[in-house]
């Protein structure tokens, strides 16, 4: 079955530091990845995709994330984090095989990171 | 940009209770998709509904219905509520089609049932 895992509950960083948010998938076949921020008491946000082509994609906010097949990886990442990044970053895969009723594709989430970035 | 609105952010309600959760998209999307978020658990997926009136179960439907009369609207229905029914619920829409899609999410609705 397909999955993601997001091995660390919460990451902290200071501010200015790089941050990276870790994600890894188990599917068969080519992944669709996604990352998706939420910030306090608001909907997800999406954040970036990976489909296919370059494995460093990059989003919204100055956030990339770089897909690594042999790893089965796609880790988020920010040059330097800012106080204001701090939120429940999920990363998403979507399912490998369609509803065989509609053709539709669901989407599985990780658990979950919280970031706190400290001044 | 593609919004997508919930009827209420904050509702509380007793055991027993029907409870309606509704959702609007503004973009013309094919599917709709009721999540509840529980921390630890992440995002589970409730139901999806794929064009008006259709819809199927997701990973966790029991306790649950839904309602898609409406391209734009799709309601989340607690036929009977229960304490373990306390959450965050997050509806998305996408536009459906086969590519992969990014969902757009509402801001939410935190139930709690007593």
């Known amino acids: 079955a397909q999955s993601v895992a997001q091995p660390e509950d919460q990451v902290n960083v200071a501010e200015g530091n790089p941050l990276t948010v870790k994600c890894t998938y188990s599917v068969s076949g080519n992944p669709y990845l996604f990352w998706y921020v939420q910030y306090p008491n608001r909907g997800l946000q999406f954040l970036l995709k990976y489909i296919t082509g370059d494995n460093l994609v990059k989003g919204s906010y100055g956030f990339e994330a770089e897909f690594n097949k042999s790893q089965t990886s796609f880790h988020l990442k920010k040059p330097s984090a800012l106080v204001s990044d701090s939120a429940l970053y999920f990363c998403a895969v979507r399912d490998m095989r369609p509803s065989t009723t509609s053709g539709t594709y669901k989407y599985i989430f990780g658990t979950g990171t919280r970031l706190k970035v400290l001044a | 940009d593609v919004k997508v609105t919930q009827s209420s952010r904050y509702l509380v309600k007793r055991t027993g209770e029907k409870v309606f959760l509704e959702c609007v998209q503004d973009m013309d999307h094919e599917n709709m998709f009721w999540y509840r978020q529980d921390p630890g658990l992440g995002l589970r997926l409730i139901y999806f509904?794929?064009?008006?009136?259709?819809?199927e179960k997701g990973d966790i439907p029991e306790g649950y219905s839904v309602s898609r009369e409406k391209k734009e609207r799709f309601s989340l229905i607690l036929e009977s509520a229960s304490t373990n029914q306390t959450s965050m619920y997050l509806c998305?829409?996408?536009?459906?089609?086969?590519?992969?899609?990014?969902?757009?999410f509402g801001p939410g609705t935190r139930l709690l049932v007593l």
């Open positions: 509904s794929y064009d008006v009136k259709m819809k």
């Open positions: 998305a829409s996408s536009e459906g089609g086969g590519r992969p899609e990014t969902q757009y």
